[in-house]
């Protein structure tokens, strides 16, 4: 695991303002309105570009057959070309193509613009429609009385960029490539840090439940009250009865109770959760996660979920860590149909060998894994509480470059 710290104490030189007084232009005398047009033919492809929200840039759609487009005619892009959503300019909606994309076609919907090399380099507006300002701008431009708020090629041509001259805009391209990709680093060497301490959780998981000397192999049936399905009832706020828990409300590890909906049932003895049952989803995309009750109000548990009880000889923590290991996931997988998917029913749960050591050797590994385990959470957390500042520090960069500050 490795992680670095990010300098950003020195990227800014104290700078007035004032000290590059660079004029403000009109898009309309740097860009120029562009149509390649191609009337689409059935039976060729084309690849499509699009253009994300909030400056994040131009992509490639799916392709599309020239006889399944509605439009009669596409738009071909160039690599440098601004291209613009006409409906969601005002949310950022602009971009400038970059290589890869060039060759792309795009509806009408999509008007392009090429830039005037000799006195606006494409990285500069690239960066520029990354910025919260140059998005203000598309907004009051697509404001009309039609209420459609889509923003007209002639109205984006009035927009209003800082333009220094091209050495300089070059200069402090560079600057803030260079920045973005510390930053991006920076994002990047916290997440890993945070993926190799989980992958070595399930490493170490492995390694700890492979059976030794000493050791039984047991079927869940073996030391288990027999797997029960919940109660199947509607959801609802008001509190009529119990609470009603159901796959949803587990996130992350966690139940926040006091979100949990309520339901009607008449006897529910039968379903009410105690400390330390196991819950299992049996359907959906998160099939075989498994959940530990600790405290909990009065509830039930819902149809979609299955509920376990420990007997003897096996401790519940350390039959959770078991069922959060690759052994229990290998069990559990689908061969079926050879889709990896798991599945899970009250047979199978109970028909699934665990490793069971003697009781101290269970409260042993269940020790080591608590620890790496919390350890994975201060990393989260870390990379949580980081992530806000980080992600706040390129705006910053683009907002004091465009006043010639960087």
Known sequence: MCQRNLSMSTPFPNKSPAANPWPKVRLAEVLTRVERPETPVPGKTYRQIGVRLWGEGAYEREPIDGGETKYAQLFR???????????????????????????????????????????????WMGWLTKTREFWEQCDEKSRGTSGKNRIKPDQFLQIEIPLPPLAEQRRIVARIDALAAQIAQAQSLRHQATQEVEALLVSTAEKLFEPKQGWDIKRVADFCEPPQYGYTASATHEPVGPRLLRITDIQD?????????????????????????????????????????????????????????????????????????????????????????????????????????????????VAELDALQAEVERLKRLQAETAAELDALLPSILDRAFKGEL
Do not use: H
Not at 83 to 88: F, G, Y
Not at 296 to 303: I, T
């Open 77 to 123: 892009a160039q690599d440098g070309d601004v291209i613009v959503n006409k409906i969601w300019a005002r949310n950022g909606s602009v971009a400038v193509v970059p290589e890869s994309l060039a060759g792309c076609f795009g509806s009408g919907e999509f008007p392009m613009f090429e830039p005037n090399r000799d006195r606006l380099d494409p990285r």
């Open 253 to 365: 590890g966690c139940v926040n109770w006091d979100q949990v909906p309520y339901c009607l049932c008449p006897e529910p003895e039968k379903y009410l959760l105690k400390c330390n049952d196991l819950v299992f989803a049996r359907t959906g995309a998160t099939t075989g996660k498994s959940y530990v009750i600790r405290e909990c109000p009065k509830a039930v548990f819902a149809s979609y979920l299955i509920r376990l009880r420990v007997r003897e000889s096996v401790l519940v923590d350390y039959l959770y860590r078991y069922f959060q290991s690759p052994g229990y996931w290998d069990q559990i997988a689908d061969e079926k149909k050879g889709t990896g998917q798991p599945n899970l029913n009250g047979s199978k749960l109970a028909k699934l060998r665990v490793p069971v050591p003697p009781i101290s050797e269970q409260r042993r590994i």
